[in-house]
């Protein structure tokens, strides 16, 4: 039994995935922090799928990018999960989680998440049948650099994210073959992460627990201040 967390933007999702069937997904996006609801979550969850903690084998986690903060509350606790239960852990890059929500889509998927100040998480992923392929890697950059890439393509493209969803209106704009993935594919969900996990976990390629960390792809505003008022990197 694989116990998925996603917590990488306000959408807090856990989910139960044993063999072929999800057992259990509670995905909610609410006013709480993920520090509130996080563990009652999932202590929730276990309770109403008849599910013990010696059953679960095994721990996911989104590692980003996307919120600092939530990436850390998700991953300080996947981290104890999977040290107190004994149990391997595995870390899925955020976009790739939610391509997985695409499986078998014969279109091009663009993962937005946003970066803040005009700019985002870019991504974009292709499937074949089962395989899925990342056409380009993760990079920070102005949406308009994303839209016009996309666009030079040619053909249909699939946004999805937070950041599809904070520009969804530029994005239409931009061109009659761009598409707003549906409500319940274009945010990230626990059921799609452990199912990107899975297969990683069959393999026996896990992370270590001790030092597995966020991928969160550029500095926090928080380092960059301090770089700029004290003229040294900030140790975190």
Same mark, same amino acid.
């Given at each position: 039994m694989l116990l998925a967390i996603e917590t990488s933007s306000l959408v807090s999702?856990?989910?139960?995935?044993?063999? $072929?069937?999800?057992? %259990?997904?509670?995905?909610?996006?609410?006013?709480?922090?993920h520090s509130e609801q996080l563990m009652p979550h999932i202590a929730d969850m276990l309770e109403k799928a008849s599910v013990k903690k010696n059953q679960i084998d095994g721990v996911a986690v989104s590692?980003?990018?996307?919120?600092?903060?939530?990436?850390?509350?998700?991953?300080?606790s996947a981290k104890a999960l999977s040290f107190g239960w004994q149990v391997p852990i595995v870390g899925i890059e955020t976009p790739q989680a939610l391509a997985w929500n695409f499986i078998g889509m014969s279109y091009p998927v663009c993962v937005l998440i946003d970066a803040q100040k005009g700019n985002v998480y870019a991504s974009?992923?292709?499937?074949?049948?089962? $395989?899925?392929?990342?056409?380009?890697?993760?990079s920070v950059m102005p949406l308009t650099d994303v839209l016009a890439t996309c666009k030079s393509q040619s053909g249909p493209v699939v946004f999805c994210g937070d950041g599809a969803i904070l520009y969804q209106e530029q994005i239409k704009n931009a061109c009659p073959a761009f598409y707003l993935a549906p409500p319940?594919?274009?945010?990230?969900?626990?059921?799609?992460? %452990?199912?990107?996990?899975?297969r990683r976990l069959d393999a026996g390629d896990c992370d270590d627990c001790m030092t597995l960390t966020p991928a969160y792809k550029r500095r926090s505003e928080a380092e960059v201040l301090w770089e700029k008022r004290h003229g040294e990197k900030l140790c975190l």
């Open positions: 999702s856990v989910a139960l995935l044993h063999e $072929d069937s999800l057992r %259990a997904e509670l995905t909610i996006q609410a006013k709480l922090t590692i980003g990018p996307g919120s600092f903060t939530g990436l850390r509350i998700g991953l300080a974009t992923y292709l499937w074949h049948e089962w $395989d899925l392929e990342e056409c380009s890697p993760i319940t594919m274009r945010i990230p969900r626990a059921g799609s992460l %452990a199912m990107a996990a899975v």
